[in-house]
């Protein structure tokens, strides 16, 4: 079991410029989260899926957010075009089932400059 | 808006000392989730609950679910260096799983 893998580790652009994180879940699992977290709001859920859909999004901060799960085992999260606000660390993570523990990835460290 | 709030947002202790933190929710929850997440790290599981009135512990860590299912609380015993780090509660609803905004811990040796 590989975990639940994210990349970049590190992302820096500039303002403006498209930014796209990616995730690959724990096989088997049905459930897909996004996180955000910064100092101020600390763990924020942007959007969760359940087998490759799009349960509820009501956490996408605006419409340069996006996310998507074309298949079980990747999705990703898009912020186009990105701003300095958007800095924070993002985390992926699984579950098997919507009570189950989630299982993170390292996170991506987002720095628009 | 958060689902669960957190207090206290920030605590520092003298190793050897004791720890709380305590996690409130304006609704009944199903079941509680307690994370860890060390510095620079990712929020790693540390237990669930799901009974009223649960108390459940692992070594120096005592969680707990209070009877009307809308708080819980951790509390860790005669802290280490290695219990530095932020813990998060989490209320999972709907299959929804958000966090409060955590209790960073910091342990002074």
């Known amino acids: 079991d590989a975990g639940v893998i994210q990349s970049p580790r590190h992302e820096v652009t500039e303002m403006g410029q498209e930014v796209t994180l990616r995730c690959k879940p724990i096989?088997?699992?049905?459930?897909l989260f996004w996180y955000r977290q910064t100092m101020m709001r600390g763990l924020e859920l942007l959007i969760y899926?359940?087998?490759?859909?799009?349960?509820?999004d009501s956490g996408m901060p605006e419409d340069r957010f996006s996310a998507k799960m074309p298949n079980a085992s990747f999705s990703t999260l898009k912020i186009q075009p990105s701003e300095p606000r958007d800095s924070a660390v993002y985390f992926c993570?699984?579950?098997?089932?919507?009570?189950?523990?989630?299982?993170f990835g390292n996170g991506t460290r987002l720095t628009v400059t | 808006g958060q689902q669960v709030m957190q207090i206290p947002q920030y605590q520092h202790v003298q190793e050897g000392e004791d720890f709380t933190t305590y996690c409130n929710s304006s609704t009944t929850l199903s079941n509680i989730q307690w994370y860890k997440q060390r510095p620079g790290g990712h929020p790693v599981f540390l237990i669930q609950?799901?009974?009223?009135?649960e108390v459940k512990k692992q070594k120096r860590l005592t969680f707990q679910f209070g009877e009307a299912k809308k708080n819980s609380s951790l509390h860790i015993t005669a802290t280490q260096t290695t219990d530095v780090g932020t813990y998060f509660c989490?209320?999972?609803?709907?299959?929804?799983?958000?966090f409060g905004i955590g209790t960073k811990l910091q342990v002074i040796p």
């Open positions: 096989s088997g699992h049905d459930y």
């Open positions: 899926f359940n087998n490759n859909v799009p349960i509820d």
């Open positions: 609950l799901v009974k009223s009135g």
């Open positions: 989490a209320g999972p609803r709907d299959q929804k799983v958000t």
């Open positions: 993570a699984s579950t098997g089932t919507g009570y189950s523990p989630l299982h």
